[in-house]
């Protein structure tokens, strides 16, 4: 297809750019500039919104594209091979041009407004200056194909399950766990701090489960988890906790989805989990909580489990 010609000139253009990005660099965890979690929320918000409206299929090609990508990595800069670049910005490219343009265009805006405007340069000033605009000039002739090829409507909402087991069981689970969810401080910038003692090849590994757990999902329920998040997103108070309601159908939600995959493949990620979150993060975290509302939570959550196992 025409996107994936233009992704090979693409490649032509920016592979050397890439390899000289140190993608190990922990600068990327940190916030682009302040910190700003609710405006960075909105953010996240539009990037759901774009995800939630995309064509599912390319979203899991997209998915795979990056799980083959991370098996390609060499070399100190954790770069992958020439030809996983191309097979990485081929499939995001299709995957823009199943949304209409105001999607993309609303999280280049809300990202754009919690960027401060020096980080562009600083990027810049790590690689050399040349091959980063002349990978910028290919991003600008790639994206006139991507236009060329995109959609002018949305597709429709997700189909949402009613009178499930699992929604049945996420109502007991919400109300276990909502005063947990009250106690969290979710506009704290601890969320954004390295794992203590995990280099970032350690932690794309964990994140590499979660690829290969998102590409097997059932499409429509992934899609509606997404809207799910979405509308809980709109009705958060002053400490960012969104409403009962909401917080129901997220784990409603969430259930589906992990019912939706096989047992195994929610371990793998779980296991990956394990080996890089020391002891000292999850007693943090509990540190800063009610513990008896911590405890009510995670009862509710062992109990939650049983139910979707029981339809996995
Ligand atoms: C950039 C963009 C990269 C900056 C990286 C910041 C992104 C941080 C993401 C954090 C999000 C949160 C997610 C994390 C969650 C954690 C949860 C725990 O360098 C601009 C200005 C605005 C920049 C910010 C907006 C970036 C938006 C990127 C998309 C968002 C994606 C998603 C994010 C992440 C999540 C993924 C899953 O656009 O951009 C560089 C540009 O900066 C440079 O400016 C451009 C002008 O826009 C353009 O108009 C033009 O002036 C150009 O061109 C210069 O500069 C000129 C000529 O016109 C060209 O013809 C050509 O010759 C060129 O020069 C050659 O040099
Ligand atoms: Mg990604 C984007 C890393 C998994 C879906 N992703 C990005 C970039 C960053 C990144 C490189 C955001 C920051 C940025 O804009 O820099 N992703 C990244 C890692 C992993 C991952 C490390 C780990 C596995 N992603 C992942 C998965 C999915 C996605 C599993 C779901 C399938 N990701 C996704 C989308 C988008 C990203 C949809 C974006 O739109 C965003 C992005 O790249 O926006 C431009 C700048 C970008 C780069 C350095 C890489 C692109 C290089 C282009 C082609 C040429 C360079 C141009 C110029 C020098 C800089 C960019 C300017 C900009 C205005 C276009
Ligand atoms: C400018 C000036 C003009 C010239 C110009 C110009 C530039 C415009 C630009 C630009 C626009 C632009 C847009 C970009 C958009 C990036 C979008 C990224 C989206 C990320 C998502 C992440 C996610 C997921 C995912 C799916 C999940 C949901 C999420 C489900 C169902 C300024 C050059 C025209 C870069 C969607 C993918 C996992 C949230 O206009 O003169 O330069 O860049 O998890 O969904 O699971
Ligand atoms: C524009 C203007 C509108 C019209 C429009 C428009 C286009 C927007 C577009 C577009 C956005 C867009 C985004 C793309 C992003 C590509 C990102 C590629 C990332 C590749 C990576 C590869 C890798 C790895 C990996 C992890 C390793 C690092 C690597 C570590 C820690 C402008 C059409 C709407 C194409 C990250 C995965 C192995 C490098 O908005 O008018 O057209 O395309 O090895 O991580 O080692
Ligand atoms: C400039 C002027 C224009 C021309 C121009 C220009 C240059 C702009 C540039 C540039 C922008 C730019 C951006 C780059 C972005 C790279 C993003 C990489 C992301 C990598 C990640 C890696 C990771 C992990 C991971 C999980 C870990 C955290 C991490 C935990 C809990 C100035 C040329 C356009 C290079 C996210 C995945 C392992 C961080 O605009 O005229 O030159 O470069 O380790 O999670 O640890
Ligand atoms: C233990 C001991 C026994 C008792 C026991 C026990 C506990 C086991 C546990 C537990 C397992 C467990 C599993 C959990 C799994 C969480 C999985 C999260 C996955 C996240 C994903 C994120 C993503 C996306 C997304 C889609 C994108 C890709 C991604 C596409 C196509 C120890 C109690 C049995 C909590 C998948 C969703 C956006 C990456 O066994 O005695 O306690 O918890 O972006 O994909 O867009
Ligand atoms: C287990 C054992 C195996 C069998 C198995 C098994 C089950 C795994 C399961 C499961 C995993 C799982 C995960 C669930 C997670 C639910 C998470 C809910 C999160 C809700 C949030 C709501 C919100 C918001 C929001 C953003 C705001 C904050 C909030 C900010 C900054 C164990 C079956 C495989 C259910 C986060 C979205 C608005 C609070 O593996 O033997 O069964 O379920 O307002 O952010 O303000
Ligand atoms: C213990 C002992 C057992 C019993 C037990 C127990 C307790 C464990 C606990 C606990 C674990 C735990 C975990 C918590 C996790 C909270 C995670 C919140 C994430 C929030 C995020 C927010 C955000 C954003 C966002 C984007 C921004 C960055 C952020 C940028 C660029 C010990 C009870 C089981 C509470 C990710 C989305 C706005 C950070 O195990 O016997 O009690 O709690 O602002 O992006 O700015």
Redesign the pocket.
């Known amino acids: 297809d025409q996107i994936g010609d233009a992704a090979k000139k693409?490649g032509d253009?920016?592979y050397d750019?890439?390899k000289e990005?140190d993608?190990n660099n922990g600068v990327?965890l940190q916030a682009p500039g302040s910190f700003q979690p609710l405006k960075a929320l909105k953010a996240i918000d539009k990037?759901i919104e774009?995800g939630a409206a995309a064509d599912p299929e390319l979203?899991k090609k997209?998915?795979d594209?990056?799980h083959k990508?991370?098996g390609s990595i060499s070399g100190p800069n954790g770069v992958t091979s020439r030809a996983d670049w191309d097979a990485v910005?081929a499939?995001?490219g299709r995957?823009?041009a199943s949304v209409p343009k105001q999607k993309v265009m609303d999280?280049?805006d809300a990202?754009k407004d919690i960027t401060d405007p020096k980080v562009?340069a600083y990027?810049?000033s790590l690689v050399n200056g040349a091959d980063?605009?002349k990978?910028?000039q290919?991003?600008l002739e790639?994206k006139d194909v991507v236009a060329a090829n995109q959609v002018t409507t949305a597709s429709a909402a997700a189909a949402v399950p009613t009178g499930d087991k699992i929604g049945t069981a996420a109502k007991a689970l919400s109300d276990a766990s909502y005063p947990f969810i009250k106690d969290i401080d979710w506009l704290s910038d601890i969320y954004l701090k390295p794992l203590p003692g995990k280099t970032a090849p350690e932690t794309?590994t964990a994140?590499?489960k979660m690829?290969v757990m998102?590409s097997k999902m059932d499409d429509n329920l992934l899609k509606a988890a997404a809207e799910a998040h979405h509308k809980a997103i709109g009705s958060i108070d002053a400490k960012g906790v969104t409403s009962p309601a909401d917080y129901e159908a997220v784990n409603a939600a969430l259930g589906r989805i992990v019912a939706s995959v096989p047992k195994q493949t929610v371990m793998d990620v779980y296991n990956s989990m394990a080996k890089i979150v020391d002891p000292s993060v999850t007693n943090n975290m509990f540190s800063k909580v009610n513990p008896l509302d911590a405890l009510s939570a995670a009862k509710g959550f062992y109990t939650f489990k049983d139910v979707v196992e029981a339809v996995q």
């Open positions: 693409l253009a920016s750019f890439a990005v993608w990327f990037m774009m979203l997209a998915a594209a990056h990508a991370i910005n499939a995001l995957v823009v999280v280049y990202v562009p990027m810049k980063a605009e990978a910028y290919g991003f790639f794309l994140i590499d690829i998102g």
